[in-house]
């Protein structure tokens, strides 16, 4: 056995036991448990001292997720040159950090899924074999934390003591990593207390890659060329290198709380997914949830905080990125947020886009590869139309609107707590999740799929989730507009065979069906452009009329016209009073060519294929009644012709 073996005796799947011995710390903030050094978890110990003997680290700090640590880490982060504070009094405490060139968004490349066997990890996934992983990993963690601090990070997705609560602990040499972990998680002793209570956690490993030798001065932003981010279904266990950007370093977020947790879910009969969550009120005062996916940077963000134009209605935020989804006791399907924050991208979030998420991040935020202005404040584009006079970009250079080039990073970044926003539901952190009605699936598509279009039952969705396509934005490394399958927005996510993924989905569908109580699904697309390359639907705030027309579907009060794709709303049905959209762009908006409509079907059998016999048969089935669709309508248009 090799130090990155994990003992079995360690294993983190225990029983509860009750070892109540949890004092309340007096100078907390919070009134979070203080977790005494004698009651750490013997396994967690087990953990931190192996993995502490592999990366010898200088120190190791054991994170109580207090405001007084967070503070102290902060000035620490500034001292080094990570963070630069910003001029508290237009943007209170918050910072910019500015990463290394070389590390600038998630690496999917560089992702693996170590399951046993390569046919676990299916088509979709880079795949490693457990044992070569940890083999090359080994020299690359020995000895990888000298001259840093190692972090303990307990970690828990999702509300404290919720019985869709999951537990993780993530080791760091990365205080940028803390700090982040600290926004999007709720993190430190009220996390350690669940594990001494008994609740089984996920060991999460990170390390940026940069020992430092005696008296080497460190760098800003340190990383390492070298990037693995791996996972281990089997063990449940994460390990990553090189990177201290976002999801390649934030292990809870897509490492465990979709990737490892998409294999718990399976396990244990859920769903892990990315999507956010919204509850939307209607003049009638009467409440709906609703769950989307959109592959990255598809203004996931945006659609979570939704001001409607069209009064009366009003959508509030519960989730911008994951979602976990049960059955509850009640039969229905519940969602929660595991996250505590959001990781969004800033470029096209601005004042007349996105208001609210403006506003959220009026202070307590970190800005990753954004510019500075000269009053010390941030700027990215999109934030206003005009941009300043100079700025230093992202890089730390000079910038003027004449330089050609972007002052942010596309895949720049505001890391800030969920409950900042002014939009955020009473409900988002409700330990029993919330009620879902629908589920919307989303793409980025300049032509064919239409604004709105509306499954005929759970399986016709999972087939349009499981054909999500979308034409590539920032958020990860790759040629920006290329088209790709991003079944349920998953792709890089999936912590297993993506046809057992979709497998599984039909199977929740079926247990959902026995409890009579079936969300609807629906697919949206925001971008579909006309031949002249314009945007034809608004967008933002106006979004919030295709979710009126949800909410009149759900209430059996609007009509459906079939089309081959699904029901889109009956001519007239969708509320565009005021709008100033032209009969013809409607009309476009929901055109399905015949051709295209042919081309999609032969893209989609062609992607199917990518899955061989472990497709699931009730996908090829849902295609082959497209393609009847299909040349039903054609054979309508030779009718007509
Ligand atoms: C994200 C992503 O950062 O999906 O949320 O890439
Ligand atoms: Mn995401």
């Known amino acids: 056995m090799t130090l990155l073996d994990r003992p079995r005796t360690t294993a983190p799947h225990r029983t509860p036991d009750a070892r109540p011995e949890i004092t309340t710390a007096a ?39 207090s405001t007084r640590e967070r503070h102290a880490l902060l000035q620490q982060l500034v001292a080094a040159g990570t963070l630069t504070q910003l001029n508290p009094d237009i943007r209170p405490y918050s910072f910019l950090a500015r990463s290394d060139e070389r590390d600038v968004a998630r690496v999917e490349e560089r992702t693996f899924i170590c399951s046993e066997r390569e046919e676990d990890a299916g088509p979709t996934n880079n795949w490693m074999a457990p044992e070569q992983m940890r083999a090359e990993l080994e020299p690359l963690f020995t000895g990888s934390m000298r001259g840093r601090t190692l972090y303990v990070v307990p970690f828990a997705m999702g509300p404290i003591g919720s019985s869709m609560t999951r537990y993780g602990v993530q080791l760091t040499d990365s205080p940028y990593v803390v700090v982040s972990m600290g926004t999007m998680t709720r993190l430190g002793s009220a996390a350690l ?10 060991p999460a490993v990170h390390s940026v890659g940069a020992p430092l030798n005696n008296g080497q001065k460190d760098v800003p932003w340190p990383c390492n060329e070298t990037k693995y981010i791996a996972h281990f279904p089997k063990e449940r266990e994460i390990w990553s290198y090189g990177s201290a950007y976002g999801g390649n370093a934030i292990l809870a977020k897509k490492a465990f709380a979709l990737r490892i947790a998409s294999v718990m879910a399976r396990d244990e009969g859920w769903l892990a997914e990315h ?28 659609l979570a905080m939704l001001t409607p134009t069209t009064p009366g209605w009003t959508v509030e935020t519960i989730g911008d990125d994951i979602a976990w989804l049960h059955i509850g006791k009640d039969g229905r399907l519940r969602a929660i947020n595991p996250e505590a924050g959001f990781f969004g991208v800033a470029p096209g979030t601005g004042i007349s886009t996105n208001r609210t998420a403006v506003d959220t991040l009026w202070g307590n935020t970190i800005f990753t590869n954004v510019a500075l202005r000269e009053d010390g404040d941030v700027w990215w584009e999109g934030l206003t139309d005009t941009p300043p006079a100079r700025l230093i970009d992202w890089r730390g250079e000079e910038w003027t609107p004449d330089s050609g080039r972007p002052a942010a990073h596309p895949n720049s970044r505001f890391t800030v707590a969920a409950h900042q926003a002014p939009s955020i539901a009473d409900t988002w952190d409700d330990p029993e999740g919330v009620v879902i009605d629908a589920i919307i699936f989303g793409g980025r598509r300049r032509a064919l799929a239409p604004l709105v279009v509306e499954a005929r039952d759970w399986d016709h969705g999972v087939f349009m989730g499981a054909t999500i396509s979308s034409e590539q934005t920032a958020a990860a490394e790759g040629t920006v507009g290329q ?29 959902l069906r026995r409890s009579a109580r079936v969300p ?55 509320n565009v009073a005021g709008l100033d959209l032209p009969e013809e ?3 476009e908006l929901f055109r399905m060519d015949t051709d295209e409509l042919e081309a999609e079907a032969d893209d989609v059998e062609h992607f199917f294929q990518t899955f061989g016999d472990k497709l699931p048969a009730e996908l090829r089935h849902q295609l082959s009644h497209l393609r009847s669709r299909v040349r039903a309508q054609r054979e309508a248009e030779a009718g007509t012709a």
């Open 27 to 65: 100078n907390s903030p919070s009134s979070a448990p203080v977790v005494l050094e004698a009651d750490r978890p013997a396994d967690v110990v087990a953990f931190v001292e192996r993995i502490a003997r592999l990366t010898t680290p200088d120190q190791i700090h054991w994170v109580d997720g």
């Open 193 to 202: 207390a669940q594990i001494v209570r008994g609740q089984s956690w996920v």
């Open 275 to 302: 999507m956010l969550l919204i509850k939307v009120t209607s003049p009638a005062g009467k409440k709906y949830h609703m769950a989307a996916a959109f592959p990255s940077a598809c203004g996931k963000t945006n």
């Open 483 to 511: 088209l790709r399958r991003d079944p349920f927005a998953m792709l890089p996510f999936a912590g297993y065979n993506m046809a057992d993924y979709f497998a599984h989905w039909l199977d929740f569908g079926k247990r």
């Open 520 to 574: 609807r699904v629906f697919q949206v697309n925001w971008f579909r452009k006309s031949p002249e390359g314009k945007f034809l639907w608004p967008g933002f705030g106006e979004n919030g009329r295709v979710i009126e027309w949800m909410v009149a579907r759900l209430e059996s009060e609007a009509c459906i016209d079939e089309t081959p794709l699904g029901g889109i709303p009956r001519q007239g049905e969708l």
């Open 585 to 587: 762009d409607l009309t």
